[in-house]
C-alpha cells in the first residue's frame, strides 16, 4: 500500500512498471502501423511512381501519445488507486472491545455505513490484538453466547450482519450483558446505535459504563434526518388510503415520497407526505379509484430501505367478491337468455365476480374451491339439488356468516334442497297464462324495515310466475318483497351468522321482467351492501371473518408464513423458525423472531403482519449519562479509480484501433464488407426472435388413455361390476358402431369401457350406462364429475334394461331398475324429464321413428323436458343430456365376433332388431348432431315459406 | 422468413462457385456458336483432310471437276451416269480440301494467377477458357489445333478437345513465349497479361511474324491492374516474385499508373498493326462471351483486325 495524499494504491508494486514507459516509447517509435499488403502483377508499372511520394517511416507523435496514455492507464489501474478519506478509528486503550450493534428496522437505511464503521473498529482491535464482543440489539429466538473472540473472526461475522424487521430490546441485551461479565470484566465499548429512543437508552448506557465497574461507552449516533421513518396502518378515506407516516425528529420540514405498488411489485401511485416543523407525524391521501385501490399489496417510503417504513396489505382490503354459478348452460348461445346475465351485468361494477362452473375441474369442485377461497356472497339461480359435499360447506359457510343468495327456475321449482329461507310449495305458480284466472302481478311497495325500502317500485314490473311459499306461521317475519297480491317475492332467513335469500322467481327475464329493471340492480346492490365483507378486524366477534373461514374442513387453522420482510423492508422466505399465527392472534400479535413480519398465508388466503399497527412514537436518542463519548457516523466515501481509468484505457484502445484503421486504409473496404456482416447480423436476429417452442400443456392423469380417446369419436358404456352386463354392453356399442360405419357417415372407433369413478370422461359425446338393480350411489366425486359432463353438453343414454322383466305396470310401483337409477342420480342435478313428445329430434335425426324399442318392445324413453321455448331450452345445442330408457338396448345391438345378434329380441323379429338399431343410431346422431338436426325439422316449414 | 433467407444465400453462393471444370465450360460457352473455320489466306501443304478448299483437285469431299478419263485413272473413279450422256469417259475429281492450323499459347506467368475483387475468376482461368472454347469451335470446323511449346502434335478430332485440355494442364503455359516457332501459313492465337516491357514482346513476336503466321493477341487483364483502386498506404509485392514496397497514398498515384498501362497497351497494339495482327482487349470482371464474339469474328475472317481498334 502506498497512499499519496488522499489516493491510495494498493498494489504499489505495479508501479515500478511505469520505468518500462520509456522503453514502450522507443519501440513504438521505431515500429510504425503495418500497412495492408498488397499482392500486385503490374508492380513494375508502378515502380517509377513512387519517388514522388515521400513513405512515412515513423509512427504519428500523436498515434504515439495515444499509446503512451494507453499504457498508462493500464498500468495504473493495476495498482489499484483508491481516493480515501481519512478515516480515525473510535478508540483507545487496552480492554477487550465491547462492540453493541442496533440491527433494529430503523438501522437499515444506511446500514453499509454502519457496517463500515463496524469493521473499522474491529479491524483497530485487530491491529491492537484485542478480543472483541459483538452483541446486536434486536431480540433472538435464542441469545447468542456471549464471549470474547479474535478480532479477525468476529469480522466476518460484522460482514454477515442483516438488519432485522424488529425493534430493538436493549435491556434484555444489558441484562444479559451483565450476566455474562458483570463486574469482572472492563470494557471499550462502542455502541453503534440506530438513533431511537424507546424509552431504555439512559438505563441501557448505565449498564453498559457500569460492566466491570467503569467501562469506557462510545456512543455512535445516526444524523437526526437518518433515522427511521415509520408507516403506519392507512385508514379508508373516501377515494383513497389516507397513510399516516411517523418520524422520530420533530425539527424542520421533511417532504417523503409514500409509493402504492400492486402484488407484482408494479407501482401503483405516489403521494407525497409532508412533515411540518415539530411535527413527528404526517397524513396524506393517496388517491386511487376503487379497482387500483384493491389491487394495493404494499405501501412504502420511496428511497427508504427499511422495514418500518413498509406496510403490508393483505386480502382484508380488497372488495367482496361474489360467487355465480347457475344450471344449465345455454349462456354460450343465448347470453341474452342466460340466467345470470343479469346478474352479472348488476353486479360486476360493484364486487369481484367468480364464475364457479368454469373453473370446475376433474375430482374437486369450482364451488368448494372458491368457498375455501372466501367469497362474501353466493348466488345461485335456477339450482335446486348441489351435490352433497358441496351443500355441506355451503352451509357451513352460511352458519359463519356468507350470504347465500338464490334464484327460482324450473329445476329449482322441480325439487330443492333444505337451503331455503322458507318452506316452498312443489312446482311453480304460472299468472296471466292462459289456464290461469290472474292477471300477472306487480310489485307491491317495499315494506319499511326491509332491506329494501325506500327503493321506488316502477308499476310496469311485472310477475308471470313464482314459486309460492307454504303458508306458516313465521312467513311474514321473513318476507323482504311481496307481490301485489301479497304473495312474497323476496325472502330472507337468518341462518347462523349469516343468511339465505330467496327471489322467487328466475334471475332472468323468463318469469318476470324484474331483472330487467333499474329495481333489479338496487336491490341486488342492498344485498351486496348486506353481505358479510372480505375484511375481517376480529375474528372473535366479527362476522366478516367469519365469512372468510368458511371451509367445513380446515375450521380455525393458523396462519403459516409465506414471505417475511427483513430489515430492508424487502420480501424473503421466511426463517426456518418462524412460527404458524392463529387467525386470532394478528391483531394483538406483535413481530418477534418467532413471528416476523410479513405475509401469512392459508388456503390461498393472506393476512399480513406488520411491524407498526398504530402509529408509533418514534424518539431521538437525547441526553445521554456523563462520560459517555458521543460521535456521529461520519459518511466516508473511498472511491476506486481503477474502474474508470481501466474505462479510459478502453476508449484509448479503440481510438487507436480507429487511428490504425484510418493510417492503413482499411477502414473503406470494411465498409465495403459492411454490408455482408449487416446481412448476417439481420440473420442471427431472426434466429433469435424466432419463437420459442410451444411449452408443455398441463399434464392429465392418464395422458395415453386421453389421447386415445381424444383423437377419436367413440362410443363408450359405463361398467357396471357385473362382467356379463359388461360384456353386453360392449358387444351392444361394436354392433351399433358398425351399423353406424355401414350406414352413416359417423367414423367411430371401437367402443370402450368406461369405470365411472377413475376415468376421464369428458371425450365421449354418448355415454350408454345400464343401471342395475343393485348399483351403487355414486362417490361425491363422480357425482361431481358426472354433473359437469353433463352441464358441459355430454349425453348420457341410462338404460334400466327391465321393460320386459319387471311388473311396475301391474302393482304401480317403481321398478328396482329406476330405483337404482335414483340412487345413482340422487347428487346430479338432474333437469325436468318427459317422454319423447312425438315431434322431438330423437324422432327424425336419421331414420323416422314412431318408438324406440330395444330387446324389449314397449318401454318409453325419457329425455330432457324442452322448456316452453321449443329446443333451446334443454342443454347444449337443444340435445338432451339424460335419455333414460328401459329397453335393454345393448342386447338388441350385441353382435358377436361373426357379426351375428346374440340375443333374440321380444316380442321378437328382425324388424324389431332393425328398430333397435335405428334407435341407437338416431340417438347417435342427435348426440353428435345437435340442434342441426333439429333445424332440419324446421325444413318442410321453410320450403313451404318459400313458396314451395 | 428465416427459410427463405437461408435460400438466398444457398442460391447466391451456388452462383459464385460454378462446380464446373473449365473443359465443361468451355464446351458450354461453345454450344452458343457455329463451329469455326479460321479464314487462311494461305494453307500450308499439309495432308491433312480439312475444309479449306485448295481450288485444285485433290482429296477432298467437295466435287470440284469432271475430267476426261485418262489411261492409268483408277476405274473406280470414272462417274459412270456423267460418261452415260456421251461417248466420252469421265472422271470425277473432288476439290483439294485441306485443314488449317492453329497454335495457341496461354501465359503461365504467376502474375496470371491474381484475381482482384471485382473480377470473376483469374487471368489464367480465364484465359484458359478463351483458348479451350476457341479450340472447340475450331475443332468443330475441321481444323487443327495445336498448343505452342507442347512438342506435340496439333489435334483434329472433335474429340480431341480433351486431350488438348490435358496437354495445356501439363504444359501450364510457361512464363515466357517458346522459342518454337510454329510452322509457316499456320495461326497463333496467345493469351497473355502483357504485363512484359513492349521491347521483350517485340522480340519474342518478330520471329514468328516472320513466318507469315497470321497471329491474334489477346490481352486478360485484372479491373484492378486496370485502374488500381487501391488508396491510402499500402504495400506492394509483386505476385510470385520478391519486389516489394510502400507507397504511403495510393491515390496519388493512380493516375499517373493509368497513363502507364494506357501507353504500353498502345504500344502493343501498334506492334500487332505492324504484323498484321490483332489485338483484342478481356477483363476478367466481363463474361466471356464478350472475348469469345470477337474473337470469332476476327478469326473467322468477318471481322478485320483493322476494324477492331
Redesign the interface.
Known amino acids: 500500500m502506498l497512499t499519496l495524499g488522499a489516493i491510495t494504491f494498493q498494489t504499489a508494486a505495479a508501479l515500478w512498471a511505469l520505468l518500462l514507459l520509456p522503453l514502450i516509447w522507443w519501440l513504438l517509435k521505431i515500429t510504425p502501423p503495418?500497412?495492408?499488403?498488397?499482392?500486385?502483377?503490374?508492380?513494375?508499372?508502378?515502380?517509377g511512381?513512387?519517388a514522388?511520394?515521400?513513405?512515412?517511416h515513423k509512427t504519428p507523435w500523436w498515434l504515439t501519445l495515444i499509446r503512451m496514455a494507453l499504457a498508462l492507464c493500464l498500468i495504473l489501474a493495476i495498482a489499484r488507486p483508491v481516493i480515501n478519506e481519512d478515516s480515525t478509528a473510535a478508540q483507545g486503550g487496552n480492554d477487550p472491545l465491547l462492540l453493541v450493534i442496533d440491527d433494529s428496522w430503523a438501522a437499515a437505511d444506511n446500514w453499509t455505513v454502519r457496517l463500515r464503521l463496524a469493521t473499522e473498529v474491529v479491524d483497530q482491535a485487530r491491529s491492537e490484538d484485542r478480543p472483541v464482543v459483538l452483541v446486536t440489539t434486536t431480540p433472538k429466538s435464542t441469545p447468542p453466547t456471549l464471549e470474547p473472540r479474535a478480532a479477525a473472526e468476529v469480522a466476518d461475522r460484522i460482514a454477515a450482519l442483516t438488519p432485522q424487521a424488529l425493534p430493538t430490546d436493549r435491556m434484555r441485551v444489558a441484562e444479559a450483558l451483565r450476566e455474562a461479565f458483570g463486574a469482572t470484566t472492563k470494557f471499550a465499548i462502542t455502541w453503534l446505535s440506530d438513533g431511537l429512543d424507546s424509552g431504555d437508552v439512559d438505563g441501557f448506557a448505565t449498564a453498559l459504563t457500569g460492566l466491570g465497574g467503569g467501562s469506557t461507552l462510545q456512543v455512535v449516533l445516526p444524523a437526526a434526518d437518518q433515522t427511521g421513518i415509520a408507516l403506519s396502518k392507512p385508514a379508508l378515506a373516501g377515494d383513497g388510503l389516507e397513510v399516516t407516516a411517523t418520524r422520530a425528529n420533530p425539527q424542520g420540514t421533511q417532504t417523503v415520497r409514500v409509493r402504492a405498488l400492486a402484488h407484482n411489485g408494479r407501482s401503483l401511485a405516489e403521494q407525497a407526505v409532508t412533515f411540518q416543523p415539530g411535527e413527528t407525524q404526517a397524513r396524506a391521501v393517496i388517491q386511487l379509484p376503487l379497482q387500483l385501490r384493491n389491487d394495493i399489496g404494499r405501501l412504502d417510503v420511496d428511497g427508504r430501505r427499511s422495514a418500518g417504513s413498509v406496510y403490508l396489505l393483505d386480502d382484508r382490503w380488497s372488495r367482496k367478491s361474489v360467487g355465480l354459478e347457475a344450471a344449465g348452460s345455454l349462456e354460450a348461445n343465448q347470453p341474452l337468455l342466460a340466467p345470470l346475465y343479469y346478474v352479472t351485468r348488476a353486479l360486476e361494477p360493484y364486487a369481484e365476480l367468480v364464475p364457479l362452473s368454469q373453473e370446475a375441474k376433474p375430482g374437486e369442485s369450482g364451488l368448494q374451491n372458491a368457498l375455501a377461497a372466501g367469497l362474501s356472497m353466493l348466488l345461485l339461480a335456477d339450482i335446486g339439488q348441489m351435490s352433497p359435499a358441496d351443500r355441506d360447506s355451503v352451509r357451513a359457510w352460511v352458519d359463519r356468516g356468507g350470504m347465500l343468495v338464490r334464484f327460482a327456475g324450473p329445476r329449482f321449482a322441480a325439487s330443492h334442497d333444505d337451503l331455503v329461507p322458507v318452506q316452498l310449495r312443489e312446482g311453480d305458480r304460472a299468472l296471466g297464462g292462459a289456464l290461469s284466472w290472474e292477471e300477472p302481478q306487480p310489485i307491491a311497495p317495499f315494506d319499511e324495515g326491509t332491506p329494501f325500502a325506500g327503493i321506488p317500485v316502477p308499476p310496469e314490473i311485472t310477475v308471470t310466475k313464482q314459486v309460492l311459499a307454504q303458508p306458516t306461521a313465521d312467513l311474514a317475519t321473513k318476507v323482504w318483497a311481496r307481490l301485489a297480491d301479497g304473495t312474497p317475492l323476496v325472502t330472507a332467513e337468518q341462518h347462523g351468522k349469516g343468511m339465505i335469500v330467496l327471489f322467487h322467481v328466475t334471475a332472468n327475464a323468463d318469469w318476470s321482467n324484474l331483472p330487467l329493471s333499474g329495481v333489479f340492480v338496487e336491490m341486488l346492490q342492498r344485498l351486496l351492501d348486506l353481505a358479510p365483507g372480505a375484511v375481517s378486524s376480529d375474528a372473535g366477534s366479527s362476522t366478516e371473518d367469519q365469512a372468510k373461514t368458511a371451509n367445513s374442513k380446515l375450521p380455525q387453522g393458523n396462519f403459516s408464513p409465506v414471505r417475511t420482510l427483513n430489515g430492508f423492508g424487502e420480501l424473503i422466505d421466511p426463517p426456518a423458525d418462524a412460527r404458524p399465527v392463529a387467525l386470532a392472534d394478528f391483531d394483538t400479535l406483535r413481530p418477534s423472531p418467532m413471528h416476523p413480519a410479513g405475509l401469512y398465508g392459508r388456503d390461498g388466503r393472506t393476512r399480513a403482519l406488520n411491524l407498526f399497527e398504530e402509529a408509533p412514537e418514534l424518539k431521538l436518542i437525547g441526553d445521554l449519562p456523563a462520560g459517555v463519548n458521543v460521535s456521529t457516523y461520519r459518511v466516508q466515501q473511498s472511491v476506486s479509480l481503477a474502474g474508470p481509468l481501466l474505462l479510459a484505457a478502453l476508449a484509448l484502445f479503440l481510438v487507436d484501433f480507429l487511428a490504425v484503421l484510418v493510417?492503413?486504409?482499411?477502414l473503406?473496404q470494411i465498409r465495403s464488407r459492411f454490408a455482408a456482416g449487416l446481412a448476417l447480423a439481420?440473420?442471427a436476429s431472426?434466429?433469435a426472435l424466432?419463437p420459442p417452442p410451444a411449452e408443455a400443456q398441463e399434464t392429465v392423469p392418464n395422458p395415453a388413455f386421453a389421447m386415445e380417446s381424444a383423437l377419436s369419436t367413440k362410443l363408450a358404456y359405463v361398467r357396471t361390476g357385473n362382467p356379463d352386463v359388461d360384456a353386453v354392453s360392449e358387444a351392444g356399442l361394436t354392433g351399433l358402431t358398425a351399423a353406424l360405419i355401414e350406414r352413416t357417415a359417423v367414423e367411430a372407433d371401437a367402443p370402450v369401457g368406461i369405470d365411472i369413478e377413475t376415468d376421464e370422461i369428458v371425450f365421449f359425446p354418448l355415454l350408454y350406462w345400464p343401471i342395475l338393480p343393485d348399483a351403487p350411489a355414486l362417490s361425491p366425486q363422480a357425482s361431481a364429475k358426472v354433473d359437469a359432463y353433463l352441464k358441459n353438453g355430454g349425453t348420457i343414454l341410462f338404460d334400466t334394461r327391465d321393460h320386459g322383466t319387471s311388473l311396475q305396470d301391474l302393482t304401480g310401483a317403481t321398478s328396482p331398475g329406476t330405483r337404482a337409477l335414483q340412487l345413482v342420480l340422487r347428487d346430479v342435478n338432474v333437469p325436468q324429464l318427459t317422454m319423447v313428445p312425438p315431434e322431438h329430434v330423437l324422432t327424425k335425426s336419421f331414420y323416422l321413428l314412431q318408438n324406440f324399442p330395444g330387446r324389449w318392445d314397449g318401454g318409453p324413453l325419457w329425455v330432457e323436458a324442452a322448456g316452453n321455448g321449443g329446443s333451446g331450452a334443454a342443454n347444449f345445442d337443444g340435445v338432451s343430456s339424460v335419455i333414460i330408457g328401459s329397453n335393454d338396448y345393448a342386447a338388441a345391438w350385441a353382435v358377436d365376433q361373426n357379426g351375428q345378434p346374440m340375443y333374440d329380441t321380444s316380442p321378437g323379429g328382425e324388424r324389431q332388431r332393425e328398430m333397435a338399431l335405428r334407435t341407437g343410431i338416431n340417438v347417435v346422431m342427435y348426440v353428435l348432431t345437435g340442434n342441426y338436426k333439429a333445424d332440419q325439422v324446421h325444413v318442410p316449414a321453410l320450403l313451404e315459406r318459400l313458396g314451395q | 422468413m428465416l427459410a427463405t433467407g437461408l435460400n438466398i444465400l444457398v442460391a447466391h453462393r451456388a452462383q459464385k462457385t460454378p462446380h464446373l471444370t473449365p473443359l465443361d465450360e468451355a464446351g458450354r460457352l461453345a454450344e452458343a456458336y457455329p463451329a469455326l473455320l479460321v479464314q487462311a489466306d494461305r494453307i500450308a501443304h499439309t495432308v491433312a483432310m480439312g475444309f479449306h478448299g485448295r481450288r485444285r483437285p485433290g482429296t477432298g469431299e467437295s466435287f470440284w471437276q469432271f475430267q476426261r478419263y485418262r489411261p492409268g485413272d483408277e476405274a473406280q473413279r470414272i462417274d459412270w451416269r456423267k460418261s452415260a450422256r456421251s461417248d466420252q469417259l469421265y472422271v470425277r475429281e473432288n476439290e483439294w480440301e485441306a485443314a488449317n492450323t492453329i497454335w495457341m499459347w496461354t501465359s503461365g506467368s504467376p502474375g496470371m494467377h491474381f484475381k482482384s475483387k471485382p473480377a470473376q475468376s483469374t487471368k489464367a482461368e480465364r484465359a484458359t477458357l478463351l483458348m479451350l472454347t476457341l479450340a472447340a469451335l475450331m475443332l468443330n470446323g475441321g481444323e487443327r489445333v495445336g498448343l505452342l511449346g507442347s512438342g506435340r502434335t496439333p489435334v483434329y478430332t472433335r474429340s480431341g478437345l480433351e486431350r488438348l485440355a490435358l496437354m495445356h494442364q501439363a504444359l501450364d503455359g510457361g512464363r515466357e513465349l517458346p522459342d518454337a516457332v510454329p510452322p509457316r501459313h499456320s495461326n497463333v492465337i496467345i493469351f497473355s497479361d502483357f504485363l512484359l516491357p513492349i521491347e521483350a514482346w517485340r522480340d519474342r513476336l518478330a520471329p514468328i511474324a516472320e513466318r507469315q503466321v497470321r497471329g491474334h493477341l489477346v490481352q486478360v487483364f485484372d479491373p484492378a491492374e486496370e485502374t488500381l483502386p487501391y488508396t491510402g498506404r499500402k504495400e506492394f509485392e509483386e505476385t510470385g516474385g520478391s519486389l516489394r514496397f510502400i507507397i504511403g497514398r495510393t491515390e496519388t498515384v493512380r493516375e499517373a499508373y493509368r497513363e502507364r498501362i494506357a501507353q504500353h497497351r498502345d504500344e502493343l497494339r501498334s506492334l500487332a498493326r505492324r504484323l498484321g495482327w490483332s489485338f483484342t482487349l478481356h477483363h476478367t470482371d466481363q463474361p466471356a462471351q464478350q472475348a469469345i464474339l470477337p474473337l470469332y469474328g476476327l478469326l473467322e475472317g468477318s471481322l478485320t483486325p483493322r476494324t477492331r481498334v
Do not use: A, Q, Y
Open positions: 503495418r500497412p495492408e499488403r498488397v499482392s500486385f502483377p503490374p508492380i513494375r508499372f508502378l515502380l511512381l513512387i514522388r511520394e515521400e513513405t512515412p493510417l492503413s486504409g482499411t473503406g439481420i440473420l431472426g434466429l424466432s
